[in-house]
């Protein structure tokens, strides 16, 4: 059975700071997935990690893959207060095209505080 | 990606009764997801809805309590019966669509909000 699990679960930092957000994952996955998720509203869709190794970055975020160490990271820098919400990594459980059955690791409820 | 809208965004229910979630996707897609959040929790997989065949259910959901359609390639609902407290969460659909390097993303529709009472 895979499991998803995420530390921190609640992450309080000033702007301007940096940290690191750790998914790590029960069984082998070949790619994996992190969304944002705002207070009452749906979950955005932030990094597809597709390979060992796999680094991408949009603005103050950075994610990567090892799929060896079972493990994802999500790395903040600079934070600013834009970025609160809750973060969520997924593996999917079937290893097909359509990577249906996400498990979802329990969140990080980031908070960032001026 | 696609359009995806949930209806209700929201509704407060009497426990006993049953609330019909409707999810509509503005593309044909296979597979369409359906997961719970319960309050300050992670997501879980209900079932998967295939056009022209019986959902697949998760461990732990059964068709009597969670009954969903899937008329066509663009549309499914999701009935959750004989609500309790307990019910009380955030409902959303979600679909694979093709994303990068050929492989699919899922995406979410904005949720259903329920509360019972």
């Known amino acids: 059975e895979l499991k998803v699990e995420q530390n921190p679960l609640f992450l309080s930092m000033q702007e301007g700071k940096n940290y690191t957000i750790y998914c790590n994952y029960s069984t082998t996955s070949d790619r994996l997935y992190w969304y944002r998720q705002d207070p009452g509203k749906s979950l955005e869709s932030l990094f597809v990690l597709l390979s060992n190794g796999a680094v991408k970055q949009e603005g103050r975020l950075m994610a990567s893959l090892d799929t060896k160490a079972r493990l994802s990271t999500l790395h903040i820098t600079a934070a600013v207060h834009d970025l609160s919400a809750t973060y969520f990594c997924?593996?999917?459980?079937?290893?097909?095209?359509?990577?249906?059955?996400?498990?979802f690791g329990p969140g990080t409820r980031l908070s960032v505080l001026p | 990606s696609a359009v995806i809208s949930q209806k209700p965004s929201r509704d407060i229910c009497q426990r006993g009764t049953s609330l019909t979630i409707q999810c509509q996707v503005d593309?044909?897609?296979?597979?369409m997801f359906w997961y719970r959040q319960q309050p300050g929790q992670s997501l879980t997989l209900i079932a998967t809805?295939?056009?022209?065949?019986?959902?697949?259910?998760e461990s732990g959901f059964v068709i009597d309590k969670f009954p969903i359609s899937r008329p066509n390639l663009t549309f499914s609902t999701l009935t959750v019966s004989n609500m309790s407290p307990e019910d009380s969460s955030i409902y959303l659909c979600s679909v694979p669509l093709p994303g990068l390097a050929g492989l699919y993303e899922q995406y979410f529709g904005p949720g259903t909000r329920l509360t019972v009472t």
């Open positions: 997924a593996a999917p459980f079937n290893r097909d095209n359509y990577g249906q059955n996400f498990v």
């Open positions: 809805a295939n056009q022209g065949s019986e959902a697949t259910y």
């Open positions: 593309s044909q897609v296979t597979m």
